[in-house]
């Protein structure tokens, strides 16, 4: 299983960007998708993760602002950032806890990281 991620980039304070996660491998089925990150100093943080449509949970620094989404159990996650911060400068990556073909567990996949720049 990996997770490609993009969207990233450079954008003003105040602006706008959206980040997807696309899924692919032997997947069975996928118990949730979310994303963390990480700025330069902290510790690897949450910042939202989708289980269903109604079981959604954003950190507190980004409710309000960012919106996760996904089009059913299998499609790509979407991270709508809206009124960006230099605050939310970081490294984002996605995560997926995805349970494969064959197997009866599942396991937690993250992709590589993409840069999200906020300049002020």
């Known amino acids: 299983v990996q997770l490609q991620a993009f969207g990233g980039g450079l954008v003003q304070a105040g602006g706008s960007l959206r980040l997807s996660c696309a899924p692919w491998?032997?997947?069975?089925?996928?118990?949730?998708m979310g994303w963390y990150r990480q700025a330069p100093g902290k510790q690897r943080e949450l910042v939202a993760l989708?289980?269903?449509?109604?079981?959604?949970n954003y950190a507190d620094s980004v409710k309000g602002r960012f919106t996760i989404s996904r089009d059913n159990a299998k499609n790509p996650v979407h991270l709508q950032m809206n009124s960006l911060k230099p605050e939310d400068t970081a490294v984002y990556y996605c995560?997926?806890?995805?349970?494969?073909?064959?197997?009866?567990?599942?396991?937690?996949?993250w992709g590589q990281g993409t840069q999200v720049t906020v300049s002020s």
């Open positions: 995560i997926a806890d995805v349970r494969e073909y064959g197997s009866t567990w599942s396991a937690l996949y």
């Open positions: 491998g032997s997947i069975f089925s996928i118990n949730s």
């Open positions: 989708i289980i269903s449509s109604t079981r959604i």
